[in-house]
């Protein structure tokens, strides 16, 4: 293959007028201009109605933004309460959250039986296709293989096109059963032929929760505990949904609004989660807790995490953005209610897996952090840990890898993306089409020979 290199056309000078080409002018950005679908006060600009997630992270009184902690719902239902009931019980709970979000009611036993059955069914791949698909053409990142996956499986499918209620659905099943099997088994690709690590492929077991089956399989020799396989799948009921106002939610339903097949809109959606400003975060937290450690002894130090801290802050440290990941959201203000639940069951496994001190480093990051942040700031709202703080460390508990943190939030996440692009098609039947500001000059064509 032929490789084009920009240094053959792109020299300096012509760099520095493409960047002016591109450049905005600060004063086109006015108030009616909504910069990241932004208002001004940091609310989210209302592109339209949802009844699948809500996302409450403070109160308007008179005008104002009053914080308050947060909550989130998932059809009505706190996620709090649907994680308690599953605790308490033993039992796993993200399959009853998948029905919850896709048929909008929680299912009685019958309706549950039938769907985990056709859930479990639904898990295998089609015919030759991890052998075409994955092993024949391995990618060195798996958020890329699985949008490619998702893509390739409209192939497969002898009604792609049909946006029928029953065919989505149908099809919205098939992809929650099959992400976990194509994540695993990318991954697995991708260590034997970029890490030259042995290559091991296991085939789902209908008789395992998603949790289960996904440790299975991306272990070696299959095993786990069911701690473990509870942790997970609590992890996975907390990331499966919120609202229909982030990125990737927003893309899958901004693609289903043109008409367009299941795959191209959920695709879609993976592709706006690999963004590291996006599902990528939870991995900049971790090379940021990384950082901590080699310059902070003692996580019980207070003076000397605010000064690390102080420096990351001051692009002095750290990846030099000036952030302190995992802290602070666009939404919630005193609590983000997924980083609370994470923070108690994190705290419980640390203690088996021998992994508290890494626990502390956390706590004394949001505790340091959240202060320094609001008085460099000069807030006058708080500033919480967010989900990504805690997330990442759970799934280092479990021994997932890093480079994995992204894809499993796709296949947690992957059941509220089929209900928001369900709802999109239902309800809206109309396509999204945000104006742009023109920012440019009417100039005149100059011919060739007189450049």
Known sequence: MTEISPNEYFGPELRDRVISAYSI????????????????????????????????????????IVPAPGRLYYRGINVVDIVKAHVESGTFGYEEVAYLLLMGMLPDSEQFEQFDSILSRARILPH????????????????????????????YDPNPDDTSLENMLRQSIELIARFPVIVANAY??????????????HIPDESLSVSENFLSMLRHDKSYTPDEAHLLDLWMILHA??????????????????????????????????????????????AMINSVKENVSDPGDDAAMSAFLTKILNREAGDGSGKIYGLGHAVYTESDPRAEVLKVYAERMAHSKDMVEDFE???SIERNGARLIV???????????????????????????DELFTPLFALSRISGWCAHRIEEVISSKRIMRPAYRAAVADTPYVPMDRR
């Open 375 to 401: 008085e460099r700031k000069n807030l006058s709202t708080p500033i919480c840990a967010n989900v990504d703080l805690y997330s990442g460390f759970v799934i280092r508990m479990l021994g997932i890898p």
């Open 241 to 286: 949904e919120h609202g229909g106002g982030n990125n990737s939610a927003f893309v899958c339903r901004a693609l289903s609004s043109t008409g367009t097949d299941t795959y191209s809109a959920i695709a879609g959606a993976v592709c706006s989660l690999k963004g590291p400003l996006h599902g990528g975060a939870n991995s900049r937290v971790q």
């Open 25 to 64: 002018p600060e004063k086109y950005f006015t108030e009616k201009v909504k910069r990241g679908l932004r208002n001004s006060d940091g609310t989210g600009v209302m592109a339209g109605v949802t009844r699948i997630g809500r996302v409450i992270g403070y109160n308007i009184e008179d005008g104002e």
């Open 188 to 201: 697995a690709v991708k260590r034997h032929r970029f890490d030259h690590d042995s290559l091991f492929i």
């Open 361 to 363: 480093y956390l706590r």
């Open 128 to 155: 030759n296709f991890t052998e075409d698909m994955i092993i024949k053409s391995p990618s060195p990142n798996v958020m890329n293989k699985l949008a490619r996956c998702v893509l390739a499986l409209y192939s």
